[in-house]
Nanobody
Framework: QVQLVESGGGLVQAGGSLRLSCAAS????????MGWFRQAPGKEREFVAA????????YNADSVKGRSTTSRDNAKNKVYLQLNSLKPEDTAVYYC???????????????????WGQGTQVTVSS
């Protein structure tokens, strides 16, 4: 069992930055790849980024490529999402999730994730 708790969301002006954190419980954290998804009102949940269990591989969606960095600290059981040059269309609830699939071929698919956090709201004002 893995429990996930996101933090770091908030209100930010367009062009600003945010660093989201996700704290995980459990001693098997490094055996899971970690993904970030977001969901805006009236829209489907969208893949944002993911990082492999070791932290050595990352993958970012085209919508945030060049503006996002995801990383993890397995010693602290934490994963991070740094978002820069934020746009109003980045406004959404951001979720972290854990998947046993350690390949970017699967990371885009929310159905591959076993555990989800409760989400943190990110609002970008224009």
């Amino acid at each position: 069992q893995v429990q996930l708790v996101e933090s770091g969301g908030g209100l930010v002006q367009a062009g600003g930055s945010l660093r989201l954190s996700c704290a995980a419980s459990g001693r098997t954290f490094s055996s899971y790849a970690m993904g970030w998804f977001r969901q805006a009102p009236g829209k489907e949940r969208e893949f944002v980024a993911a990082v492999s269990g070791s932290g050595g591989n990352t993958y970012n969606a085209d919508s945030v490529k060049g503006r996002s960095t995801t990383s993890r600290d397995n010693a602290k059981n934490k994963v991070y999402l740094q978002l820069n040059s934020l746009k109003p269309e980045d406004t959404a609830v951001y979720y972290c999730a854990a998947t046993p699939y350690d390949s970017f071929s699967f990371w885009w698919d929310p159905g591959r994730y076993d555990y989800w956090g409760q989400g943190t709201q990110v609002t970008v004002s224009s």
